[in-house]
T-cell receptor
């Protein structure tokens, strides 16, 4: 299995631009999580999906952030417009159903907003 | 609100010794706790999960304890090796049927040859 796939791996953009991060979960996993990691705040859950349905989006910072999961094998996290304070590493993770609480993380997208 | 604390200072130990990392939590009674390893530039990797009714769990050179009275988990790496050098993250479930995890900031471990 290829594991969780994220793209791009690095993104540098200017303030005000739209940023789209992409994630392909592990096949058969029906939970998908989007995280943001910074030195000061550590790993923060932004949103998670179960069977393509958003379950908890309480961590989404504000209306500039949106996430979608149109099918079981693809999800996007969009920031529009981007701001310098959005600079962080964004991780996608997936997990199995039932009692399998373990989360499998992708390599992350390092975002720098200038 | 729920709060998790891990050793904020980096831990430096000599190869072959046992490393012990601490995870303390407050205002909360988690059903389970997980430990992950994170290497620079990479995503966290799952190591062990321990449930509230389990006192101890082992996997090869790793051992995790869970004391719900002290609200503390200890993570041990025995016979440590330089390859064990990484940041170790503790994560707790947020309760109910929610799959949300609450994460500590991690402890950096350096094993010196």
């Amino acid at each position: 299995d290829a594991g969780v796939i994220q793209s791009p791996r690095h993104e540098v953009t200017e303030m005000g631009q739209e940023v789209t991060l992409r994630c392909k979960p592990i096949s058969g996993h029906d939970y998908l999580f989007w995280y943001r990691q910074t030195m000061m705040r550590g790993l923060e859950l932004l949103i998670y999906f179960n069977n393509n349905v958003p379950i908890d989006d309480s961590g989404m910072p504000e209306d500039r952030f949106s996430a979608k999961m149109p099918n079981a094998s693809f999800s996007t996290l969009k920031i529009q417009p981007s701001e310098p304070r959005d600079s962080a590493v964004y991780f996608c993770a997936s997990s199995l159903p039932a009692t399998q609480e373990t989360q499998y993380f992708g390599p992350g997208t390092r975002l720098l907003v200038l | 609100s729920q709060k998790i604390e891990q050793n904020s200072e980096a831990l430096n130990i000599q190869e072959g010794k046992t490393a012990t990392l601490t995870c303390n939590y407050t205002n909360y009674s988690p059903a389970y706790l997980q430990w992950y390893r994170q290497d620079p530039g990479r995503g966290p990797v799952f190591l062990l999960l321990i449930r509230e009714n389990e006192k101890e769990k082992r996997k090869e050179r790793l051992k995790v304890t869970f004391d719900t009275t002290l609200k503390q988990s200890l993570f041990h790496i025995t016979a440590s090796q330089p390859a064990d050098s990484a940041t170790y993250l503790c994560a707790l479930d947020s309760g109910g049927n929610n799959r949300k995890l609450i994460w500590g900031l991690g402890t950096s471990l350096a094993v010196n040859p």
